[in-house]
């Protein structure tokens, strides 16, 4: 396995999707401050963008895979497999557009955005570009251009923040002298309708930017290969929906469960304090767009099993790093989630982001069915996931709130988890590292133990002040963060 390719490679992809994506989560503190809690603005974004979410996954229908498998097969010519693969998203996308233009109103009204429909209208354009961009980003990644496409990544990043800076900070200051704009301001839910307008024009300049990948479009088109590719991919479809349901479906379910002002209001939490814990799946992203194509580039080496074995270590040792990390500094960390009035919610940040290691091996483990084209065991093994995650969200959510979005998703991704595990040592086994990944899991849980005995004996919690005891108890975590760094750099130098 080259760790030196895959080092460097997840450094520069990771640049754009934990770093840059950084910048943007820096936004949340701007809109938990602009916009109150109380008011269920932010509960509207974090719902809207969750069925952006579940969108993009059936628009691209899980052809970024598609792509990199057949660009690798024998006998395949990977420009005409880029081209087929550009042109039936495409127009897929083009028809969902036309579809949700065209019956508008109603699907808003469905919604629960019959006052705003313009929201829905904006985040089809959006997720149709995004669809679109997404081949276009994985050719990038299956052609080794990471810093080509780190670049565009930024070109949407930084004027997204540029815009939202000036909407929130800038544009308020005009109101006592153009009071029609504050009218616009206030009819358009105090700045949430802006923050869908200032996506579209930012994805919108990223179209404009990848014209020499679109290109592409007309290296030609094989019927043949396109029916080959659809019968490859569709259990990759249900894969991806069962699988981003497992992320999302909470918050699309919220307000259905918990209807009213009041779901809004504590969707708006939940997804502000979610945003932290979302630092773990920016790590696995990351991971994922460097390790994908060398696993699927070496997938005819016999020792393709020792850079699955060695790939899953070595993401499970970091990111049980990043886990504690994010938990030892949370009291720096939650000023993401804005103000103290969002803080109620910090409760879920262990949970979800344990989650989203899960998901992470998950996503590792998914390899034996992918490259083996039995593909439709991953939508089989998320479909019970997913089953699990709705099933707990449905029947505790009412009682206990969104801590039970959080124990949803752990259940999910562990039940897929253990299942992909289970299946793939009969089917297609690899020598996983489970004794050391398994003492690193003990070591970070019993390091947040300490940790966590530690707060509660010097009487905080996790929205006491900034204080001279909190900086302490940052100190102690400081202490038990190096124990891991320690061990961790012994046990890889024994080996």
């Known amino acids: 396995m080259n760790l030196k390719s895959l080092a460097k490679d997840t450094a520069l992809y990771g640049l754009s999707s934990i770093v840059g994506r950084f910048l943007n989560y820096l936004l949340v503190p701007l809109y938990t401050i602009k916009i109150a809690a109380e008011s269920g603005g932010y509960g509207i974004v974090t719902n809207l963008y969750a069925y952006t979410a579940l969108l993009l996954v059936i628009l691209t ?4 895979t598609t792509l990199f498998r057949f660009s690798n097969k024998d006998g395949e010519d990977g420009r005409m497999v880029y081209s087929t693969t550009l042109r039936l998203v495409g127009l897929v996308c083009v028809a969902f557009v036309a579809l949700v233009l065209g019956f508008l109103h109603p699907i808003s009204g469905a919604l629960g955005y019959s ?70 301001w206030q ?34 088109w094989d019927k043949k290969l396109a029916g080959r590719m659809l019968s490859y991919t569709w259990p990759l479809l249900l894969f991806g929906i069962v699988g981003i349901l497992n992320q999302v479906a909470d918050k699309i379910l919220y307000p259905w469960l918990v209807p009213g002002p009041e779901g809004k209001v504590q969707l708006g939490i939940y997804g502000a304090c979610v945003k932290i814990a979302m630092i773990m799946a920016l790590l696995t992203q990351a991971f994922r767009y460097a390790y994908e194509p060398l696993v699927f580039n070496g997938s005819r080496d016999k020792n393709s099993p020792e850079t699955l074995r060695e790939g899953m270590k070595y993401f499970v040792i970091f990111a049980l790093l990043a886990w504690l990390a994010v938990l030892f500094y949370l009291p720096i960390l939650r000023y993401l989630a804005g103000t103290g009035s969002y803080w109620s919610g910090l409760k879920v940040v262990p949970v979800v982001m344990m989650a989203e290691i899960f998901m992470g091996i998950f996503f590792n483990l998914s390899f034996w069915y992918k490259l083996t084209d039995q593909t439709w065991w991953g939508a089989i093994i998320s479909a019970a996931g997913a089953l699990v995650m709705i099933a707990v969200n449905i029947v505790f959510v009412p009682r206990f709130g969104y801590m039970a979005c959080a124990w949803g998703g752990f259940a999910g991704y562990g039940v897929g988890m253990l299942l992909s595990y289970i299946l793939g040592q009969k089917k297609a086994p690899v020598p996983y590292d489970v004794k050391t990944m398994g003492a690193f899991l003990l070591l970070a849980l019993a390091l947040y133990g300490v940790s966590q005995l ?21 100190g102690i975590n400081t202490v038990l963060l190096a124990v891991y760094g320690v061990f961790t750099l012994r046990s890889l130098k024994r080996r």
């Not at 105090?190 to 404009?208: A, D, E, K, Q, R």
């Not at 006491?464 to 940052?474: E, K, V």
Request: net charge neutral.
């Open 115 to 184: 006052d705003h429909p313009e929201y829905i209208g904006c985040m089809a354009l959006i997720v149709a570009q995004d669809a679109f961009q997404a081949i276009m980003f994985s050719r990038l990644r299956q052609q080794q251009k990471p810093l080509r496409f780190v670049c565009l990544k930024f070109a949407f990043i930084i004027p997204n923040v540029l815009l939202n800076l000036f909407i929130f900070l800038v544009l308020p200051k005009f109101f006592p002298a153009h009071p029609q704009w504050e009218a616009l």
């Open 454 to 474: 530690a707060r509660r004996a010097m009487g905080l919690t996790l929205e006491s002040p900034l204080d001279g005891g909190m900086i302490a108890w940052i």
């Open 61 to 64: 229908f899980g052809m970024e």
């Open 187 to 220: 009819q358009y839910n105090y700045g949430v309708g802006f923050i869908f307008l200032v996506n579209l024009i930012c994805t919108t300049i990223v179209s404009l930017l990848f014209i020499p990948e679109i290109r592409g479009i007309f290296y030609g």
